[in-house]
């Protein structure tokens, strides 16, 4: 007599092995189940991870957007080896103190900035940071921008720069900026805000 077609699911799921999986919450919290048919956890692991990947090695290496003198990294790119291979002369924080390590011929500046979608960009954060980064212009200088990752604020100051110095648009600004650092991902109120960039300025 032939099965349905139920059946033969059910004959399948008879002949499988049980397994245990191991199930990561988004608070990082481990359980390995008994079978993937219930929710109970049968064990509790230690609470040694994040629920999410953590990239441990260092991003020391900084994007060069402009040739021999706009630079974007994390807080990992600032140190003496690069502000000696890349000559660099200025260094900008945003959102995060400039390491103790940099050489005391280097200009630095911090500013103030969390990396939320309201905060605003353009009162204070953007027009200081323009002002930081034409004066090393002026000075033939090289200037290294970061914040803690190097993925959104970091990158929304340069690509500010961009369009409101250099006079690119803001589609231009993000692709040149993205072809240099693939992993940059201002947050959405950045992006509205640099969009809106050229309009406030005129």
Do not use: W
């Not at 441990?56 to 290496?61: A, E, G, H, L, M």
């Not at 660099?88 to 945003?94: G, K, N």
């Amino acid at each position: 007599m032939k099965m349905s077609f139920l059946q033969q699911l059910q004959t399948k799921r008879k002949a499988l092995k049980a397994t245990a999986t191991t199930v990561t919450t988004a608070s990082g919290k481990r359980f390995i189940e008994a079978n993937a048919t219930t929710s109970t956890p049968i064990h509790q692991l230690p609470e040694q991870c994040y629920g999410f990947v953590v990239d441990t090695n260092p991003d020391t290496t900084p994007a060069c957007i402009l040739t021999d003198f706009l630079y974007l990294g994390s807080q990992d790119a600032v140190n003496s080896e690069n502000i000696s291979a890349y000559k660099l002369t200025h260094i900008l924080s945003v959102g995060i103190e400039t390491p103790h390590l940099v050489d005391e011929k280097v200009h630095t500046k911090f500013l103030p900035c969390l990396d939320l979608p309201e905060t605003v960009l353009l009162e204070r954060v953007i027009p200081a940071a323009n002002q930081f980064i034409v004066d090393a212009a002026l000075s033939r200088g090289r200037v290294l921008v970061h914040c803690n990752a190097g993925v959104s604020r970091a990158a929304s100051i340069v690509i500010a720069y961009l369009i409101l110095v250099c006079g690119m648009p803001f589609d231009v600004a993000y692709a040149l900026v993205k072809s240099k650092r693939e992993c940059i991902q201002p947050n959405i109120g950045f992006i509205k805000q640099l969009k809106q960039l050229k309009l406030d300025a005129v």
